[in-house]
Structure formats: C-alpha cells, structure tokens
C-alpha cells in the first residue's frame, strides 16, 4: 500500500503531536525543529529566519553519491556555540566588574579531527581561543596548529621528559604553553629539564577538591582522583619549585570535578573550595594569574532541565554567573588580584553541531496472526487454554475501567506460554504445536492493546506488552564506532526520525546494528526527563528510505570509537548554512574503505587477495570452481576492498 504525506491520512496527528512524542522542543532548543512538510530542520542560531531541511539535505548528498550512514556536522552551530560561550562569560564579567577576562580552551580529546580543530581555532580566535592536550600527540597538533599568540595551551597528561621539553621548548618559538603538574614525581623531571635546556616553562597545578562529583563521574573526583595533588602534596611542590627557583613560574591553578555535571551546586562547591587554594597559592608567593576551571559543563540531553545524568539544572550563562562571581568574591575578601578564568568545556561546544544520520534496512516483528489451517486434533490442553484465554480477553467490554479482569487474563496467558516451553522441552509438544502457542499468547497481547492504551495506565502487571509486541529496526550502522557511549555508559542521545512527522508513528521498536555483538543495540530513550525502553517508529518498506538521527553526538564519540567487526569511519560532511535557507558543503572527510580498515590491522589486501586466488586454483583443479565463478569471486572482493565497510546500494 503506498503511504500518503497528508495530514488527511492522519486526522489525529500533527507536527505538535511528533513534537511532544520525542521531545524536540526540549532537547532541539534553537537548534533543531519540524517544518510544515514534517521533516526536522537546522538552524545555526535559532533565529529560524534561515535553516535547512535534513531529509533534502540527505537526498541531495545521496544524489552525489555520498549516502548514509553518516556525520552532518554543522560549522554555523559550532561558531553559535563558541561565540555564546564567550558572551556569556563577557556578560558576568561586566555584571560582576570582574577586573579580568576569560580565555577558553578546547580539550582536542573531545575531538580530534584536523578540520574540526581548524574551526575552532578560527571562530574562537577572537576571544584568544586555545587548546588543551592530554598526551605527546595531542600537543604535536597543538604546536602544529595554535597560531595565536595570545592564545593558550594547556598541557595536561602524564609527562615524560620529552613532553616537558617539547613544552619548555614551545615557549621559546611564541607560544603559551602552560604545564600543568598532576603528580607530585613530575617535578624532579621538570627540574632536570630546565637545567638541561636553561630555560622555564610556565607551570600550573591541578589540585584535588574534597568536592565530590556527581552521576557517572562521581568516582572521578576527591583523594582517589586519577590527576591532581593533595594539599600535602601542593605544599610540597610549593617547597621545591622554591628551591629550584621555579615558583616564579607557577601562574595557574587547575580543578576538574568530572564530565557532564547536572546540578550547579556541586559546581558552585568546587569553585568555592579552588578559589581558596588559589588564594593561599597568592600567599605563598607564586605569582598566580590564572584559574582553570576545567571540564565539566554539562548540555541538556533529554531538554527536562533537572539534575539527571542527561539533563543540566542550569544555562550557559548561570554557569558563567556562578564562576565568575565565586571567584571574585574569594579574591576580593583576601585582597587578592582577579585572576584570567579558563575552562575547558568541550562537550557544551562540540555536542549540537554534529549528527549522525543513518537508513533502516528492515525490521523484525512478532507474529500476532493466528495460523488459521492449525489442527489442534490432539486437543493439546495447553493450546485449548490458550485459545479460550484469547477469545475471553475479545469478549471484554472495550471501556473496560476495572484492568485486575486483563491483568488475570494476561498472567494466564504468559502462563499458558510457558507451560508450552516445559511440555516441548520434555518432548511432549511438537515444534508446530509450540510456535502455534506462542502466536496465540502474542495475538492476546495484541488484542489487550486494542482494547487499551497500554502506554498511558500506570499497570506496571501490563508493561511488558510493549515488549512483547516490540518491533527491532535494522540500522545501518555500528553503535561501537559513531556512538559508543550509549553501549559504554549508558549515555541518551536524543534519537528521532528526520522525517515523516505529519505521519503516526504507530509502532514501538529498537534498533539494533551491523554488527554481530549482541550489545550492538539502542533501547534506552529519552522519555520528558526519563528513559524507557522502546520508541515510537513508523512504518517500513523497502522501497521507500527511513532516515533516523541521533541528535548532540558531537563530543567524544568519533574519538572513542572503534573497529568493532572493522566497520570503520562513515562520511563526515561539513556544512556551512548560507543564505535564503540554503548550504554548502565546505569539506568532506570520506569514510573507511575495507582495505584501508583492513590495513589498520597490518593486513596486506595484496596479501589476502593473493591467498584467495591460489585457494581458488585448487579448487579448479579439483573441478569444484570454475574459471569464470573464480573471475567473478576475485571481482567482487577487489570491488568490495575499494567500498564502504557499511553496507550500501
């Protein structure tokens, strides 16, 4: 039957209803919303004077040959964010006369991609944007890429000695490194570095807060923290960076409570805790001139606006508030010179301005249809039951008030069921028998939500209905590789399908990957400030493209993923929105193809290829192959080396 686009087809349904089912209007803020054709759109700053649409945008790039799955990453929504960032922090230091700036820095672990770095550097260098790196690596990129003068560049991570020179060196070619200790034996090696090279570096401590964190980071933070040093241990730097005569070079003070804080108070705790450390630093003579407030700020991914793993309790510009004026308030009371505030907000940065779109290949679904040719001539009691538990629960009035009539019925059936289960196990029932049994114990669930909607009552003796009647869709794509938080650590993503929104979604369903790892599954949603378990989907042909996004997937997810069943990266386009709801695509990043994910692994596709060809030799021989099915074998697998490692058209 062909679908038809008209809210005629669907009186009861509109693009507010779609709105409220997923929840765009929470987590889309003024980024992403539905148009009149029912399709999601994107706007760079919200003004919605100009946006695209998703759906034609996919079309258009499927049209160039650049089919999903893959990344749309937006360069307006990264500008909006770096620039709304830095005005919210110009606006708190104006608010509070706060007698110095703030300068942030973009932690590269949260994305590491040449292109991306770029962008950032270009859109924040008006405000002095820098970097922050964690290893040898990343402070290669750093040098490599960090042209500003003014900017800074953090150096976090274990430090061997030839870290510690890179950066000593560093601040010799203009730069603004700052080396930050983290273990208390960083500073031997530091101390025979400069006496190697006879030049300093600028020096910066982090510091472990008795201030706990919260939610999956909790453990991050406090004496067992992986970085920082006790106060102990900071009095003991103090004492030996004075007897080397360092102190002179130890201007920042750095704090990190963990990743994605939700409750701005553990926030407000930390700064009290850091600005007194900094403070005391003052006293004991380093000449302190900048507080790093580290990562942490988190974004609202379910939009409830609460202090839940994937919300926030506060905005930007609360979080800016609170950091400039606890800060103030510590230096003022000790006569102490403000210091330049620094963080490190990666994921409030990078989340919204990337998307990963992939298609459904098909779908899974429970057989509710009674087999009507069954002969049940044994008169199998089990089945009889079934069959009479079923024609009760059709015979229930439809306005049913009073559910403990349903819930009986439904528990017999599942009993029914499992009875069934025992009997075959035994071997007391047929394979027919026990799948006619199963039909029958669906198509009573079924006939429940016919009759109710299961959904909306509090009956928690029903909730596993929706279960039962779940329906999987088959992605194409690899959970472990665009999105391995959600397997990881649990971690929401706002998911919707980019269009059909004038339609009725009129199943509940999963979606499960590529891959052959059974985790490879997404069935945690976001739920008005909850989760649950299943998402409202349309349905499926094969002849018609179902396009889902998973929405704030900017940060960290291209970092951690990996090659799980070598399907490796998918096309990154990078779009700039233009005028007149229009765009251009300003750089393409082309997906893996299967050799050069095979070469990752030290595999020779010369090699492989040339072991198939004399393993097919053989079996000419052998006259188990012929020379043209080996033409066509070896074809397909030079062909299939130089494609995607998803699977395409």
């Given at each position: 039957?062909?679908?038809?686009?008209?809210?005629?087809?669907?009186?009861?349904?509109?693009?507010?209803?779609?709105?409220?089912?997923?929840?765009?209007?929470?987590?889309?803020?003024?980024?992403?919303?539905?148009?009149?054709?029912?399709?999601?759109?994107?706007?760079?700053?919200?003004?919605?004077?100009?946006?695209?649409?998703?759906?034609?945008?996919?079309?258009?790039?499927?049209?160039?040959?650049?089919?999903?799955?893959?990344?749309?990453?937006?360069?307006?929504?990264?500008?909006?964010?770096?620039?709304?960032?830095?005005?919210?922090?110009?606006?708190?230091?104006?608010?509070?006369?706060?007698?110095?700036?703030?300068?942030?820095?973009?932690?590269?672990?949260?994305?590491?991609?040449?292109?991306?770095?770029?962008?950032?550097?270009?859109?924040?260098?008006?405000?002095?944007?820098?970097?922050?790196?964690?290893?040898?690596?990343?402070?290669?990129?750093?040098?490599?890429?960090?042209?500003?003068?003014?900017?800074?560049?953090?150096?976090?991570?274990?430090?061997?000695?030839?870290?510690?020179?890179?950066?000593?060196?560093?601040?010799?070619?203009?730069?603004?490194?700052?080396?930050?200790?983290?273990?208390?034996?960083?500073?031997?090696?530091?101390?025979?570095?400069?006496?190697?090279?006879?030049?300093?570096?600028?020096?910066?401590?982090?510091?472990?807060?008795?201030?706990?964190?919260?939610?999956?980071?909790?453990n991050t933070t406090g004496d067992s923290s992986?970085?920082?040093?006790?106060?102990?241990?900071?009095?003991?730097?103090?004492?030996?960076?004075?007897?080397?005569?360092?102190?002179?070079?130890?201007?920042?003070?750095?704090?990190?409570?963990?990743?994605q804080i939700s409750d701005i108070s553990i926030?407000?705790?930390?700064?009290?805790?850091?600005?007194?450390?900094?403070?005391?630093?003052?006293?004991?003579?380093?000449?302190?001139?900048?507080?790093?407030?580290?990562?942490?700020?988190?974004?609202?991914?379910?939009?409830?606006?609460?202090?839940?793993?994937?919300?926030?309790?506060?905005?930007?510009?609360?979080?800016?508030?609170?950091?400039?004026?606890?800060?103030?308030?510590?230096?003022?009371?000790?006569?102490?010179?403000?210091?330049?505030?620094?963080?490190?907000?990666?994921?409030?940065?990078?989340?919204?301005?990337?998307?990963?779109?992939?298609?459904?290949?098909?779908?899974?679904?429970?057989?509710?249809?009674?087999?009507?040719?069954?002969?049940?001539?044994?008169?199998?009691?089990?089945?009889?039951?079934?069959?009479?538990?079923?024609?009760?629960?059709?015979?229930?009035?439809?306005?049913?008030?009073?559910?403990?009539?349903?819930?009986?019925?439904?528990?017999?059936?599942?009993?029914?069921?499992?009875?069934?289960?025992?009997?075959?196990?035994?071997?007391?029932?047929?394979?027919?028998?026990?799948?006619?049994?199963?039909?029958?114990?669906?198509?009573?669930?079924?006939?429940?939500?016919?009759?109710?909607?299961?959904?909306?009552?509090?009956?928690?003796?029903?909730?596993?209905?929706?279960?039962?009647?779940?329906?999987?869709?088959?992605?194409?794509?690899?959970?472990?590789?665009?999105?391995?938080?959600?397997?990881?650590?649990?971690?929401?993503?706002?998911?919707?399908?980019?269009?059909?929104?004038?339609?009725?979604?009129?199943?509940?369903?999963?979606?499960?990957?590529?891959?052959?790892?059974?985790?490879?599954?997404?069935?945690?949603?976001?739920?008005?400030?909850?989760?649950?378990?299943?998402?409202?989907?349309?349905?499926?042909?094969?002849?018609?493209?179902?396009?889902?996004?998973?929405?704030?997937?900017?940060?960290?997810?291209?970092?951690?993923?990996?090659?799980?069943?070598?399907?490796?990266?998918?096309?990154?386009?990078?779009?700039?929105?233009?005028?007149?709801?229009?765009?251009?695509?300003?750089?393409?990043?082309?997906?893996?193809?299967?050799?050069?994910?095979?070469?990752?692994?030290?595999?020779?596709?010369?090699?492989?290829?040339?072991?198939?060809?004399?393993?097919?030799?053989?079996?000419?021989?052998?006259?188990?192959?012929?020379?043209?099915?080996?033409?066509?074998?070896?074809?397909?697998?030079?062909?299939?080396?130089?494609?995607?490692?998803?699977?395409?058209?």
């Amino acid at each position: 039957m062909k679908r038809s686009n008209t809210k005629n087809s669907y009186p009861n349904w509109d693009i507010r209803e779609s709105i409220k089912a997923y929840d765009i209007d929470k987590w889309g803020g003024k980024y992403f919303s539905l148009n009149k054709k029912g399709n999601i759109t994107v706007s760079p700053d919200g003004t919605q004077d100009n946006n695209i649409d998703l759906l034609q945008l996919i079309k258009e790039l499927k049209s160039r040959e650049i089919n999903p799955p893959l990344i749309l990453r937006f360069n307006d929504i990264l500008k909006n964010r770096i620039t709304e960032l830095n005005h919210v922090f110009e606006g708190a230091i104006k608010n509070y006369k706060y007698n110095n700036q703030y300068k942030g820095v973009f932690p590269i672990k949260c994305n590491h991609q040449k292109n991306f770095i770029e962008k950032i550097l270009e859109f924040g260098d008006p405000w002095d944007f820098g970097l922050e790196v964690g290893s040898k690596s990343e402070l290669i990129i750093g040098l490599s890429l960090l042209d500003n003068p003014n900017s800074l560049l953090i150096c976090n991570g274990y430090k061997d000695n030839n870290y510690i020179e890179m950066s000593i060196l560093a601040r010799k070619l203009g730069k603004k490194p700052i080396l930050v200790i983290e273990q208390i034996d960083e500073i031997p090696r530091i101390i025979e570095c400069v006496n190697k090279l006879g030049d300093t570096p600028l020096l910066g401590i982090r510091t472990k807060l008795s201030s706990r964190s919260s939610g999956r980071w909790e453990n991050t933070t406090g004496d067992s923290s992986k970085f920082g040093l006790s106060i102990p241990e900071i009095m003991i730097t103090i004492k030996e960076l004075e007897q080397a005569n360092l102190l002179s070079e130890l201007q920042l003070l750095h704090f990190h409570i963990g990743s994605q804080i939700s409750d701005i108070s553990i926030i407000k705790d930390a700064l009290q805790e850091a600005s007194q450390v900094f403070v005391e630093l003052s006293k004991l003579g380093a000449p302190m001139k900048y507080i790093d407030v580290g990562g942490g700020l988190g974004i609202d991914y379910d939009g409830s606006q609460t202090t839940s793993s994937n919300s926030t309790n506060y905005t930007l510009q609360n979080y800016a508030n609170d950091v400039v004026a606890t800060i103030k308030d510590s230096c003022k009371i000790h006569k102490i010179d403000e210091p330049i505030i620094i963080s490190e907000s990666g994921r409030s940065i990078t989340s919204h301005c990337s998307v990963l779109i992939f298609n459904i290949l098909g779908t899974s679904n429970i057989n509710y249809t009674i087999d009507k040719n069954f002969n049940n001539s044994n008169e199998s009691l089990i089945i009889s039951n079934l069959l009479q538990t079923l024609e009760e629960i059709k015979e229930l009035d439809d306005t049913e008030e009073d559910y403990s009539k349903i819930i009986e019925l439904w528990n017999d059936a599942k009993k029914f069921k499992n009875d069934s289960l025992a009997t075959f196990r035994l071997g007391f029932m047929s394979l027919k028998e026990r799948a006619f049994s199963e039909q029958v114990t669906w198509a009573c669930a079924k006939e429940i939500t016919n009759k109710l909607n299961v959904e909306n009552i509090n009956c928690p003796e029903l909730s596993d209905i929706k279960d039962t009647l779940a329906s999987t869709y088959y992605g194409n794509f690899s959970v472990f590789k665009s999105i391995p938080d959600s397997w990881a650590i649990n971690q929401i993503f706002p998911i919707v399908p980019i269009h059909r929104h004038l339609e009725q979604p009129i199943f509940n369903g999963t979606f499960a990957d590529l891959t052959c790892d059974s985790d490879g599954k997404l069935n945690n949603f976001i739920d008005n400030g909850n989760s649950k378990s299943l998402l409202k989907m349309h349905s499926f042909n094969n002849e018609e493209d179902y396009f889902i996004g998973i929405f704030l997937s900017g940060a960290y997810q291209e970092a951690l993923g990996n090659l799980h069943n070598l399907f490796g990266s998918t096309n990154i386009i990078h779009i700039d929105i233009t005028q007149n709801n229009n765009y251009k695509i300003s750089n393409i990043i082309r997906e893996d193809n299967k050799a050069e994910v095979l070469k990752k692994f030290d595999y020779s596709t010369e090699e492989l290829i040339e072991k198939i060809r004399v393993n097919s030799e053989l079996a000419i021989n052998a006259n188990k192959l012929s020379i043209e099915e080996t033409r066509q074998l070896i074809g397909h697998i030079e062909s299939s080396l130089r494609k995607s490692t998803y699977l395409s058209e």
